[in-house]
């Protein structure tokens, strides 16, 4: 894959490396008992709820061409972004079409590897053509997980893992679905992807064998970015574009999180999300990343697009996180 390397344009603190803070604890290896109890993500977000007073604490912007991010990862010294690469959009139907609502489109899959402080170390190209959309990803390791898939609900999908050293990306499975999203579950080595708009769940082994599926239990927000989180859980983020008032010029965006038990398929708890990014969006519009220490969190989070080369503003939130019960 092509180096590249892309100067910073910072307006406030950079994305700096806490202590302990970084996505690196929910690692199996940085954290041995990962199979015997939660973690401090899992135990501290359930006390999450919209008091929880959020404060800004950085806000970083990048000069590349980050085309349209779908998902984030932070860890360690290490940013991972998808992003999708749109070339020709997808065009609704006036009535569904073989199964489909709306043409392919076409485009480029991209995945890319930052230093903490905004620099572009590497490009890999995951997609082309008419599956090229790239979802929710998922760091174990060095390896990274990514789906990628057409672009329009009820498709098709392919999984792939990128070798966080090397950078060589291999094939694992395809998918008769369209995947929005994959986590690695360290407590049973399977991975689980949910579906266009999250409605759908779906667990299998790496060769691509389907060991579960369900159906997601709440109706709150459409999921546009999970992270695994110690144990057997995941966390998710998303947005739900509701009607607003007649007479409004757009739909509101309602935000917000949702912890998965992926052991019962249930929800563990929600929480709505009260933050605007610079371009008026809910800060869960695109990709987010939580982390925690005790009861402090950090979220960092990539909600807008900019301008004609799409650079990409990333912000980041801390709390203190206080008992609920």
Known sequence: MQLRTASLLCAGAMLVAAPGVAGALDRPENRPDDLRRDSDLATTFQNVSRSTAWEKTGSMRLDFNTHHPQAMEVVGDRIYLSSVEIIEPTVKYPEPRNGYDRSP??????????ERDGTLIEDIELGRGRIYHPGGIDVRGDDIYVPVAEYRPDSRAIVYKVDASSYDVEKLFGVDDHVGGVVMDRSTGRLVGQSWGSRRFYEWTTAGRQRGFWLNDSHFVDYQDCEYVARGKALCSGIAGLPAQP??????????????????????HEAPTQLWSTAGHVVTRNPTDLDARGSHLTMYAAPDDFGEGNDTELLTYEADVTRLR
């Not at 489109?105 to 930052?114: S, T």
């Not at 912890?259 to 563990?268: E, G």
């Open 105 to 114: 489109g076409k485009g480029v899959g991209h995945l890319f590897v930052l």
């Open 247 to 268: 007479g409004a010029a757009t739909d509101y965006e309602l935000g917000g999180f949702a912890l998965l038990d992926l052991r019962t398929r249930s929800i563990l």
